[in-house]
């Protein structure tokens, strides 16, 4: 609390109302509170119950859900960036994508593999790509925006099994390449609703390009999709 | 002690220190652009970088530890002193331990490295794959190549991505994990692979070429064989694909003979390494289209032979040409297995 001592002021008193500031004398010290130093009250969210953690950051992904679905011109994907999100979505993905294969013998195995290292090696190329090409965001945000955006991918991926419970044949592949489709232009619109600020103005198309293309590998393996019988 | 050395500086990019001159701590030491501050040493850069955010850590934490050894000291007496020993003892291995990290890293995993590969606008990117399909007529002075990999690198990466596509338009239903795998291999493997066998040729033929630039030079001519994929797996005519093969793929392989003609002098090292460009490249071509899944097709039938197949398989109306190639491969693999 700063603490503005004027002792002289009777004989200042006939200069009031002149405004110099450097005839008023200022004495006092002012003192700050840093904060309590102790190293020990950073660390304070280890004391609470593990259903509190847990449940915050299921807030925390959820919000960010919100943000995909409804893509504004928010920094709060970026601010707070957090990884949990993209592996929920990956892992969901790669184990509704799983059941797929017409070999029972190989099931699992090579496909969850596949989809996930596909999933975070195409997002990391498409990070260091947007960084070469000079953009001022961070990797793992990057990572964060890009693992998100495959929420809309998701949903069709669920979609698409229900489709394939009730109908067959040419109906249900017309029907799952729309929902494909529109939820690949979604997924492309909302991540670079987030990614395309950060770059420089005449290159936003260089970066957009190689998003389009995983999403659109995403996209594929959804739509080719077929359950083993 | 760097703090102090820090101070000399008046420059605000740091100035020349004696280390950086010295280059300790460089894996290369760039002479010539010591003083370029545009950033094409990328190691130098990095290094002074690393040096001014350390400096400012250390104050920082030389001003958090003396307000804690003021009021842990005169708090708890002795054992205060022995509690901040050990603490500052942690900090001073964390401390190192960090900067040898950070310093490791800055050197090996420096992606400003590529940077300047990736300096590119889309307005250039748009005319070099337009050029990559005109041949140029100047062979007499070394043509002039883009050295640059983000045309090359998204070309490779449209190619996969037009591969898988046509996978699904023929039909063929094979295990996911195995086709992105071999999509990504292939064209990957062709891509560095074939570069790295012409720049070991034109290196024997005395080609004035470089490796980015030959990179660059066969990423570009990628640029047609995705074309001509694209239109031929949504249209199934045959007679169309020789026709794009030659019209598009021979443009495309003209204007990187020409490139090379231009690099190089003698008529026999010209021949060798054109023809070896010209060859690779079509018939790269051939092979994506016929054989990626026909003769795949082939062999993992005769392979797997009485066993159920695993694979569902959509029959094409083949032309007698490709069911010629396939008996053929058939035929021989046959062979082969009758002859072990």
């Keep these: ?229 | 002690m760097s703090a102090s050395e820090g101070n000399k500086n008046t420059e605000p990019w740091g100035g020349f220190d004696d280390n950086l001159i010295q280059g300790t701590g460089s894996a290369v030491i760039d002479m010539e652009n010591m003083d370029d501050t545009s950033g094409s040493s990328f190691e130098d850069m990095g290094e002074m970088h690393q040096r001014m955010k350390e400096e400012e850590e250390v104050t920082a934490e030389a001003a958090a530890t003396e307000e804690d050894n003021g009021n842990d000291g005169e708090f708890l007496g002795m054992k205060g002193l022995k509690g901040q020993l050990g603490r500052q003892v942690a900090d001073e291995v964390w401390q190192a331990g960090k900067r040898q990290a950070s310093k490791a890293f800055n050197l090996y995993a420096n992606i400003d490295i590529l940077r300047p590969y990736f300096d590119v606008e889309p307005v250039q990117v748009r005319n070099r794959l337009i050029e990559s399909m005109i041949p140029i007529r100047m062979i007499n002075f070394p043509q002039k190549i883009a050295g640059e990999l983000y045309g090359p690198l998204m070309l490779v990466f449209t190619l996969v991505a037009i591969l898988l596509h046509g996978m699904k338009t023929s039909g063929t239903v094979i295990r996911e994990g195995t086709l992105m795998g071999t999509a990504i291999g292939t064209c990957f493997g062709y891509w560095l692979g074939v570069s790295s066998f012409i720049y070991f040729l034109a290196y024997l033929c005395n080609a004035q070429i470089t490796m980015l630039q030959m990179l660059s030079l066969l990423g570009y001519g990628l640029f047609s064989h995705c074309l001509i994929l694209f239109i031929t797996y949504n249209v199934h005519f045959h007679s169309l694909f020789y026709i794009l093969w030659l019209v598009i793929g021979g443009l495309s392989t003209l204007r990187m003979v020409a490139v090379l003609i231009s690099r190089t002098v003698g008529q026999t090292p010209r021949l060798i390494l054109c023809g070896t460009i010209a060859a690779l490249h079509m018939l790269f071509l051939l092979y994506l289209h016929f054989a990626y899944h026909k003769i795949i097709e082939g062999i993992l039938d005769t392979l797997e032979g009485p066993n159920a197949p695993p694979i569902q398989r959509v029959a094409r109306d083949l032309p007698s040409i490709v069911n010629v190639v396939n008996a053929t491969v058939k035929s021989l693999a046959a062979a082969a297995m009758n002859s072990q």
């Design chain 1, 1 to 229: 609390m700063a603490e503005v001592d004027e002792p002289g002021k009777p004989l200042f008193a006939g200069l009031s109302d002149v405004s110099i500031s450097e005839d008023i004398p200022v004495e006092g010290d002012i003192s700050v509170p840093v904060g309590s130093q102790n190293v020990d009250d950073v660390f304070s969210t280890l004391d609470e119950p593990v259903k509190d953690t847990i449940l915050r950051d299921l807030r925390a992904v959820g919000k960010k859900f919100i943000h995909v679905m409804y893509p504004k011109q928010s920094s709060a994907l970026l601010r707070d960036w957090d990884l949990w999100g993209p592996l929920l979505l990956c892992v969901t993905l790669a184990l509704m994508l799983q059941g797929g294969s017409a070999d029972s013998k190989e099931d699992g195995g090579p496909q969850f593999a596949e989809v996930f290292v596909i999933i975070w090696f195409g997002s990391v190329i498409i990070t260091l790509n947007s960084k070469l090409l000079g953009g001022t965001i961070s990797f793992f945000q990057s990572l964060c925006v890009l693992g998100y955006c495959i929420l809309p991918l998701t949903v069709a991926m669920v979609v698409c099994r229900l489709v394939l419970l009730g109908f067959t044949g040419t109906i249900s592949f017309i029907i799952r390449l729309i929902v494909v489709t529109a939820s690949f232009s979604w997924s492309v619109f909302a991540s670079t609703a987030f990614l395309a600020d950060s770059q420089p103005a005449n290159r936003k198309a260089l970066v957009v390009y190689p998003i389009f293309l995983f999403y659109f590998v995403i996209g594929w393996m959804v739509l080719t999709f077929s359950p083993s019988q």
